[in-house]
């Protein structure tokens, strides 16, 4: 069974511009969650969708927004990047509802200049 | 607010020696723990979860432990193989308010194997 995907790997924007990054679960799975990586913060979540719908949010600003489509593939945007929006993004998969071990893709590395 | 601690940044085990690595929260309400794997580049990978209902979960070579008088875990590793080098993190979800799907994680901990 193939693992989460994300794309791109790597990412460099500049400051203001957007961002959308994908992420593609195990199949099977219906749970997506985002989170963001960073050397101060660690892991933090963003968001999750569960059949397209956002279950869970994060407490990160606006700019960061998500969607979910029928197929469960998701995808985030980041709007009017910061240089503090540099991270590694990172995807993971779950096939409960409820409680269960998430699924992590290899992230997307973006860096803002 | 660090809800989920993990004090010990690095931890350095001789081969074939247990390893302990160590988290903390303050988050009563959290009900579901898991440990994950970290290698550089690669996303975390899952390694074993305890639910709060339980004290002790084990999997091959990995056991974890749940203190909840405390608010500890644990995570044992015995043997420790090199291959256990990597980046250990400790994450927590409190299913009934929060959702099950939003893990809290601990900074991490870098456990290095000595040959």
Redesign the interface.
């Given at each position: 069974k193939a693992g989460v995907t994300q794309t791109p790997r790597y990412l460099i924007k500049t400051r203001g511009q957007q961002v959308t990054l994908s992420c593609s679960p195990i199949s099977g799975h219906r749970s997506v969650s985002w989170y963001q990586q960073t050397p101060g913060q660690g892991l933090q979540f963003l968001f999750e969708y569960f059949s397209e719908t956002q279950r869970n949010k994060g407490n990160f600003p606006g700019r960061f927004s998500g969607r979910q489509f029928s197929n469960s593939r998701s995808e985030m945007n980041v709007s009017t990047l910061e240089l503090g929006d540099s991270a590694l993004y990172l995807c993971a998969s779950s096939f409960q509802r409820t409680v269960g071990e998430q699924y992590f893709g290899p992230g997307t590395r973006l860096t803002v200049t | 607010d660090q809800q989920v601690k993990q004090n010990s940044p690095s931890l350095s085990v001789q081969e074939g020696r247990i390893s302990i690595l160590n988290c903390d929260y303050t988050n009563s309400m959290f009900?579901?723990f898991?440990w994950?794997k970290k290698y550089p580049?690669?996303?975390?990978?899952?390694l074993i979860?305890i639910?709060s209902i339980k004290d002790k979960n084990e999997d091959g070579r990995f056991t974890v432990f749940l203190n909840k008088s405390a608010k500890h875990l644990s995570l044992h590793i015995v043997p420790s193989q090199p291959g256990d080098s990597a980046v250990y993190?400790c994450?927590a979800?409190d299913?009934l308010i929060?959702?099950?799907?939003?893990?809290?994680?601990?900074?991490?901990t870098r456990l290095t194997i000595n040959p």
């Amino acid at each position: 069974k193939a693992g989460v995907t994300q794309t791109p790997r790597y990412l460099i924007k500049t400051r203001g511009q957007q961002v959308t990054l994908s992420c593609s679960p195990i199949s099977g799975h219906r749970s997506v969650s985002w989170y963001q990586q960073t050397p101060g913060q660690g892991l933090q979540f963003l968001f999750e969708y569960f059949s397209e719908t956002q279950r869970n949010k994060g407490n990160f600003p606006g700019r960061f927004s998500g969607r979910q489509f029928s197929n469960s593939r998701s995808e985030m945007n980041v709007s009017t990047l910061e240089l503090g929006d540099s991270a590694l993004y990172l995807c993971a998969s779950s096939f409960q509802r409820t409680v269960g071990e998430q699924y992590f893709g290899p992230g997307t590395r973006l860096t803002v200049t | 607010d660090q809800q989920v601690k993990q004090n010990s940044p690095s931890l350095s085990v001789q081969e074939g020696r247990i390893s302990i690595l160590n988290c903390d929260y303050t988050n009563s309400m959290f009900d579901y723990f898991l440990w994950y794997k970290k290698y550089p580049a690669e996303g975390p990978t899952f390694l074993i979860s305890i639910s709060s209902i339980k004290d002790k979960n084990e999997d091959g070579r990995f056991t974890v432990f749940l203190n909840k008088s405390a608010k500890h875990l644990s995570l044992h590793i015995v043997p420790s193989q090199p291959g256990d080098s990597a980046v250990y993190f400790c994450a927590a979800s409190d299913s009934l308010i929060q959702g099950a799907q939003k893990l809290v994680f601990g900074q991490g901990t870098r456990l290095t194997i000595n040959p």
